[in-house]
């Protein structure tokens, strides 16, 4: 069974977790998200501004929550963040290879926020920059492949239309492998344990409908 994983450690992860599909997706959610900063800068100058400006960044992370376990299913932990509205059944590899090559953890998200309308994206964070344009998938039982998208540390299915097949097969098989290139150092190869993840999927439905 995965270990719990602390709270600050979750909202480290949801903090860098970009719920893409594409670069392109990815690159217009930051253009949004920076967009508001912005204009807010010319605005901050005056002293009145000033004030109200630091009472709203304290809404923001006092509203933000932290991610609490709910559930836990074989190697499946249920995670619910209601003040953000968030919910994720997540996991970390059972065998990592070459054991003796230091990394950082690594995570197998999905992702459902009923408010931006996004239902089981699956996100993985392998726990080091790999190299760019490799060609990685993710081996779901025996003979069953999905294409990937590979940025930085992060892993999201190459074809949106491939999400739910992967997740399909994901409920039917007992593990999930990635073969990883690293940008720099060999190949290493993470195994994933699907005891319990129907039934995460399933919980996650019902806390964030």
Request: with cysteine; net charge positive.
């Amino acid at each position: 069974m995965i270990a719990r994983l602390s709270v600050c450690l979750l909202a480290s992860l949801l903090a860098v977790l970009p719920a893409t599909h594409s670069a392109a997706q990815d690159a217009q959610k930051k253009t949004q998200q920076k967009a508001p900063q912005k204009k807010a800068e010319p605005k901050a100058q005056p002293k009145s501004e000033k004030k109200a400006e630091p009472k709203k960044t304290e809404q923001k992370k006092s509203s933000a929550g932290s991610p609490t376990l709910v559930a836990q299913f074989g190697d499946w932990g249920v995670y619910v963040n209601k003040a953000a509205k968030t919910c994720f059944a997540l996991s970390q590899p059972k065998e990592r290879q070459p054991a003796n090559v230091k990394r950082n953890p690594a995570y197998f998200f999905v992702t459902t926020k009923p408010e931006e309308k996004l239902v089981n994206e699956v996100n993985i964070l392998v726990g080091f920059d790999q190299k760019e344009g490799t060609a990685v998938n993710a081996a779901v039982g025996a003979g069953t492949n999905f294409a990937m998208f590979v940025r930085k540390q992060g892993l999201w299915i190459k074809d949106p239309a491939d999400e739910a097949k992967l997740l399909d097969a994901m409920k039917k098989e007992k593990e999930l492998t990635l073969r990883l290139t690293p940008a720099s150092g060999a190949a290493t190869t993470d195994r994933y344990s699907l005891s319990g993840f129907p039934q995460a999927l399933d919980r996650v439905a019902k806390e964030c409908p």
